[in-house]
């Protein structure tokens, strides 16, 4: 079984640009959740997608950020507009089913705004 | 306000030493996980204590849960370079339609030097 798919793995980007972020979940997981990982705040809950539902986004900014996680293909977060304190890295992790609460991690996608 | 607190913050021990690290809150959990994290990758999950008293080994990690399931603790016995990481304890969050994700500490960041 493949695990959590994260891609890209480094991102770049310039202030004002949109970044993508992609997840593509372990097989057989339609549960998933981004979390955003800054070295002062440590691991943040963002926003948690069952296959084309948001369930909770209480963690997401209002503005500039978006997720989707639609019937067919990967999971999406988007930040539109990045600025400086957008650069962290961003994980993506699935589970079975909302009751099993152990989250399986991908990589990550650091990304460095410029 | 931090719902778990975890520490030491940094820890740095010489190998084959035996060293405890910390994960305390005011709330109780009906279950509580550790995760490693590796520079540049993922948190996986290493553990979840379920019963208030409960010991389980993982190999030379002994992970207990408080009586009163609101701490926890992580010891290592001998430890060794390849434990090096950010050790994590998190806690699922609860809406009223299940687990909606996870709560992290800031963690305990580990070296362990040869």
């Known amino acids: ?114 | 306000t931090q719902l778990l607190e975890q520490s030491p913050q940094f820890l740095s021990i010489q190998e084959g030493e035996n060293l405890t690290v910390y994960c305390n809150s005011s709330s109780v959990f009906s279950s509580l996980q550790w995760y490693r994290q590796e520079p540049g990758e993922g948190p996986v999950l290493l553990v979840t204590v379920v019963t208030g008293g409960e010991v389980k080994k993982l190999k030379r990690l002994t992970f207990q849960f408080g009586d009163a399931r609101k701490d926890s603790s992580l010891h290592i016995t001998a430890a060794q370079p390849g434990d090096t990481g950010l050790y994590l304890c998190a806690v699922a969050m609860y809406s009223g339609g299940g687990a909606d994700g996870l709560t992290f500490g800031k963690g305990t960041h580990l070296i362990i030097q040869p």
Not at chain 1, 82 to 105: I, K, L
Request: hydrophobic residues 30%; proline residues 6%.
């Open chain 1, 1 to 114: 079984n493949a695990g959590v798919m994260q891609n890209p793995r480094h991102l770049v980007r310039r202030r004002g640009q949109e970044a993508r972020l992609r997840c593509s979940p372990m097989k057989g997981h339609s549960h998933v959740y981004w979390y955003r990982q800054l070295p002062e705040e440590g691991l943040k809950f963002m926003v948690y997608l069952q296959k084309e539902n948001i369930i909770d986004e209480s963690g997401m900014p209002k503005e500039r950020f978006s997720a989707e996680f639609p019937k067919e293909g990967p999971s999406i977060l988007r930040i539109q507009q990045v600025v400086r304190g957008d650069s962290a890295a961003y994980f993506c992790a699935s589970s079975p089913s909302r009751q099993n609460t152990e989250a399986f991690f991908g990589q990550g996608t650091r990304l460095t705004v410029v």
